[in-house]
């Protein structure tokens, strides 16, 4: 009975602990027609008044802005994880530090492995980063 009872208040207490929610195949469909800007770029931050985007077009596609260049690529799911790349992009010139944001947000994108939902943010987890990139939705304007 007392491990019982240390079990059911164990689990009370991880509950909160476990804000993040990850996304299966079926809720990416959720994020469809959705628009998110790119607020953390794996713990650095971004550039100033550099926008970096991620629009989920579909189940299997996705578009946005860089910074400088427009691009589009594919995502899948397994249901555990998820794949997005190559990206094609234009191929604007911009200032130095806006061209290496948008070169990182890219090759991040590239190697992608995992959403999920913390609170009011999406984070894209990717191979061989600490952090995740992290975004907020981006609100339709009213009609």
């Known amino acids: ?81 998820i794949g997005i790349g190559p990206i094609g992009s234009t191929r604007r010139i911009c200032p130095a530090v806006v061209m290496d944001q948008e070169e990182r947000f890219f090759k991040f994108l590239e190697k992608a492995n995992r959403i999920s939902r913390q609170a009011a943010y999406l984070l894209i987890h990717s191979q061989d980063l600490e952090k995740p990139l992290k975004f907020t939705r981006v609100q339709p304007p009213d009609s």
Not at 11 to 27: E, K, N, Q, R, V
Not at 44 to 71: E, H, L, M, P
């Open 1 to 81: 009975m007392k491990h019982m009872l240390f079990l059911i208040i164990f689990g009370m207490l991880m509950i909160p602990a476990c804000s993040h929610t990850g996304i299966s195949s079926a809720d990416l469909n959720t994020l469809n027609g959705t628009e998110w800007a790119l607020e953390d770029l794996s713990g650095r931050g971004v550039a100033d008044r550099v926008q970096s985007t991620i629009i989920f077009k579909t189940k299997d596609r996705i578009v946005g802005w860089g910074g400088c260049n427009r691009y589009f690529s594919v995502i899948r799911s397994d249901g555990r994880s």
